[in-house]
């Protein structure tokens, strides 16, 4: 759910109804003077007209008969489109009609193939009655760099394919809206209607799945990062839901004071060990600070969750812990989560 204390609102609302080169500068060297070296900046227009096909409008009934508006982009020509779970968990709950809106002015019924609450993506299906759409690339999100150009494209206020430009702001965020967040932030303009649009690099591969804004900032967006796509995207096509582990521990982010005091950069701090469940048969206490899973430094909370979330059940996964000043190592084996 979301966190009232952040006035967080999602991007899907119900709403009613030339090249250009970059200079480097480099420094004298031997007092001689060198001349800048240009670096060719991708045409964004041509980027966005390559994209554009792909991209859609999706439209759906919600209570109360309004109606709610997103953003989508398409994974391949048969009709397999990705969106966030929010913008049709009003249509799921009522069984109302799911509307695409495709950029040559198709507007065409889709069904929902699966969908993941906890990281909000669904994963739709259109039939295209023999006209394809373009599909979009994806890239790796764990390649992008803070710094790095990015290009949103969507829906916002129903103005299809609207592009907004700007820079990752920022990775790895938490604590924002749910148990998995990971998010990715940029500048790059988004607005209510941008909600499951895609994020692109320059390159044209998208990065990100344009979920969020903060109520109240500017220039605060946020995005799935695509990775997490890959990583659930064969559950939802072959389950139409997602398998996750479980260890029954729920854990919370440090605070930078904690973390100094601590001597550590990441790390998750727990907070509930459920009874008879992995974590309290391995041993796991209320207070311990995990610091890696499987020799894998745990960043923050939802990066806990994630590791946890994608180990198999039934194999035991090691836990590096820090308790009252010193280091251990415990075993636990995850269950799938109900």
């Not at 250009?20 to 480099?26: N, T």
């Not at 909000?120 to 999100?141: M, Y």
């Not at 109520?215 to 398998?243: C, E, H, M, T």
Request: hydrophobic content about 40%; some cysteine; aromatic content about 4%.
């Amino acid at each position: 759910m979301t966190s009232p204390c952040l006035r967080l609102l999602t991007c899907c609302l119900l709403w009613a109804g030339a090249s250009s080169v970059i200079a480097v500068a480099q420094r004298p060297a031997d007092r001689a003077r060198s001349r800048p070296t240009a670096t060719a900046f991708p045409n964004i227009a041509d980027v966005a007209a390559r994209a554009n096909g792909g991209v859609v409008n999706i439209q759906s009934v919600s209570e109360g008969g309004g109606t709610s508006i997103g953003s989508g982009f398409c994974l391949d020509a048969k009709g397999e489109l990705v969106t966030n779970f929010h913008v049709i968990r009003e249509a799921l709950k009522i069984g109302g009609p799911i509307l695409v809106v495709t950029q040559d002015g198709r507007a065409l019924p889709a069904s929902v193939r699966g969908y993941d609450e906890a990281t909000d993506l669904a994963l739709l299906e259109v039939e295209l009655g023999g006209k394809p759409l373009p599909s979009l690339p994806l890239g790796d999100s764990d390649a992008v760099r803070v710094g790095d150009w990015v290009i949103a494209i969507g829906s916002p206020f129903e103005l299809d394919h609207t592009v907004t430009v700007g820079i990752i702001s920022g990775k790895g965020r938490s604590g924002l809206d749910g148990a998995y967040d990971d998010f990715l932030q940029t500048d790059a303009a988004i607005n209510f209607g941008n909600s499951g649009g895609p994020l692109m690099a320059l390159t044209g591969e998208v990065i990100g799945i344009n979920t969020l804004v903060l109520a109240r900032g500017q220039g605060l967006g946020f995005a799935i990062p695509v990775n997490i796509l890959r990583d659930i995207l064969p559950d939802l096509r072959s389950l139409g839901r997602v398998r996750r582990s479980s260890i029954g521990v729920e854990a919370v982010d440090i605070s930078a004071f904690d973390r100094r005091g601590l001597g550590i950069t990441g790390g998750a701090r727990v907070v509930k060990v459920e009874r008879g469940l992995p974590g309290d048969q391995a041993g796991l206490r209320r207070d311990d600070v995990i610091l890696a899973i499987e020799n894998t430094p745990v960043a923050s909370s939802g990066h806990f969750n994630r590791l946890v979330a994608r180990s198999r059940p039934g194999a035991g996964i090691q836990i590096r812990i820090r308790r009252e000043g010193k280091e251990y190592t415990i075993t636990a084996t995850p269950i799938e989560k109900k």
